[in-house]
């Protein structure tokens, strides 16, 4: 297994601090979506990262190939929303965890 970075953009700089009912719903399914692979070991951290440059999520995952751990972004509810959310994914060549 191999470890990617997803980093979750948002539709607009401003967000999440206006977020519309549809987007926090979204993100309501979303939060939803990754504790599922949390919980199945997939993911292994996942949260937003308030960066002051601009509000993104981040999402470590293990995953066989980048295209895998690309489709774990592109199937989240928040990417399907037609929303304007959008991932990019980063392989992490070499990482250490606690035990």
Avoid at 14 to 22: G, I, K, R
Avoid at 36 to 58: H, N, Q
Wanted: no cysteine; charged share 20%; hydrophobic share 45%.
């Amino acid at each position: 297994m191999a470890h990617f970075m997803l980093r979750l953009i948002g539709p607009r700089p401003t967000f999440p601090a206006d977020a519309t009912d549809d987007e926090r719903e979204a993100m309501r399914l979303h939060a939803e979506y990754w504790q599922v692979k949390a919980d199945a070991g997939t993911a292994i951290a996942v949260g937003p990262v308030f960066d002051p440059a601009g509000v993104w999520g981040m999402a470590l995952v293990e995953a066989d190939s980048a295209e895998q751990a690309t489709r774990l972004g592109e199937q989240d509810p928040v990417t399907l929303s037609g929303l304007g959310f959008r991932y990019t994914v980063s392989p992490i060549p070499s990482i250490i965890l606690r035990k």
